[in-house]
């Protein structure tokens, strides 16, 4: 048991990085005035293909597993 609450952390700490990375990596459609309610009427939608894809569904797979070893770590 000692062994798994020592891991706990680094293994926090290295899916804490992949999420910043793939979060950062994903591309943005918009500047900065679609904050602010500029560019609504030449919005396109595109749909997600090739390493866009995998790099969106591999932040959702990591940001899932980060939260499930936060839970982890409390129960424990």
Sequence with gaps: ??????????IQLILGSLLIAGILL????????GAFGGETET?????????EKVIFQGTIVVAVLFVL???LALVI
């Design 26 to 33: 994903q591309q943005r459609g918009t500047g900065l005035g």
């Design 43 to 51: 919005q396109n939608f595109n749909t997600r293909r090739g390493a």
């Design 1 to 10: 048991m000692a062994l798994v609450e020592s891991l706990f952390p680094i």
């Design 69 to 71: 070893s936060a839970i």
